[in-house]
Nanobody, 115 residues
């Protein structure tokens, strides 16, 4: 079992920045592909960004060039740096870890982009 704890969400003005963190409890964190997903009210959960255990990244088209995912295996933490935030980025952001048939989710952190 892997526990994931997100932090760093909050209220930010359009054009601002936030950095989300997701700390994992697993001592084998480095084997997991880590992802950030988000779910806005009335919408399905969607992939925002993911990073494999080898460091390969991919992004949703709507965030490419604005968001950056990274990981620190020594700290068992994955980050999402979000720049030039837009109101459409408002959502609950979830961290996910997966490896083979296993997957684990965090509890989510709210990000609200509003003036």
């Amino acid at each position: 079992q892997v526990q994931l704890v997100e932090s760093g969400g909050g209220l930010v003005q359009p054009g601002g920045s936030l950095r989300l963190s997701c700390a994992a409890s697993s001592n084998i964190f480095s084997i997991y592909t880590m992802g950030w997903y988000r779910q806005a009210p009335g919408k399905q959960r969607e992939l925002v960004a993911r990073i494999t255990n080898g460091g390969t990244t991919n992004y949703a088209g709507s965030v490419k060039g604005r968001f950056t995912i990274s990981r620190d295996n020594a700290k068992k933490t994955v980050y999402l740096q979000m720049n030039r935030l837009k109101p459409d980025d408002t959502a609950v952001y979830y961290c996910k870890a997966d490896h083979a048939s296993l997957e684990y989710w965090g509890q989510g952190t709210q990000v609200t982009v509003s003036s």
